[in-house]
T-cell receptor
């Protein structure tokens, strides 16, 4: 089946540093991937749509200069949280659609803690 | 406004019992409806996906139903197990906008011994 691998599963970083999160589609090509943010006991909130070979599309209110997205290949999208602050601490999840009948496959998520 | 409402917000049941989770939506035009299971600290895992013409779909002990006329869906869990403890999320796709997904806030299920 379709697998989306997300790495790292958790990361702790100091304020002001940058953190990169990787999202890979292991056995299929994903022209489009999606990045979500999830706060405790809340639903997933779409941050941006990552398009292979072109600029990402950001949702309203998401700072594109703070959350840098790169989708350089059909199997890899990265999210870089730049100059991280404690309020950026959250659970970040990526996803991709394997096919119309399979739904969206999600990565296992990355727990980011900024101290 | 496209919305997905889930109920109950949380539920506690005894191991071995059945339960039903509800999802009401106002998404239009409708494309498909998906149920996901999300364990704490993990990404969501797909349980079922249903299009407009499908009324029911099963995945092991999970059975989802869809009434496109009333815009309601349910997820029935049979003979619950401790490992069923998780958040169950209903996600509805908008028909003509490609990747637009509308997420419910989820139902938190706790199965106790």
């Amino acid at each position: 089946g379709a697998v989306v691998s997300q790495h790292p599963s958790w990361v702790i970083c100091k304020s002001g540093t940058s953190v990169k999160i990787e999202c890979r589609s292991l056995d299929f090509q994903a022209t489009t991937m999606f990045w979500y943010r999830q706060f405790p006991k809340q639903s997933l909130m779409l941050m941006a749509t990552s398009n292979e070979g072109s600029k990402a599309t950001y949702e309203q209110g998401v700072e594109k200069d703070k959350f840098l997205i790169n989708h350089a290949s059909l199997t890899l999208s990265t999210l870089t949280v730049t100059s991280a602050h404690p309020e950026d601490s959250s659970f970040y999840i990526c996803s991709a659609e394997f096919g119309a009948n399979y739904g969206y496959t999600f990565g296992s998520g990355t727990r980011l803690t900024v101290v | 406004k496209n919305q997905v409402e889930q109920s109950p917000q949380s539920l506690i049941i005894l191991e071995g019992k059945n339960c039903t989770l509800q999802c009401n939506y106002t998404v239009s035009p409708f494309s498909n409806l998906r149920w996901y299971k999300q364990d704490t600290g993990r990404g969501p895992v797909s349980l079922t996906i249903m299009t407009f013409s499908e009324n029911t779909k099963s995945n092991g002990r999970y059975t989802a139903t869809l009434d496109a006329d009333t815009k309601q869906s349910s997820l029935h869990i049979t003979a619950s197990q401790l490992s069923d403890s998780a958040s169950y999320i209903c996600v509805v796709s908008v028909g003509n906008s490609g990747y637009a997904l509308n997420f419910g806030k989820g139902t938190s299920l706790l199965v106790t011994p």
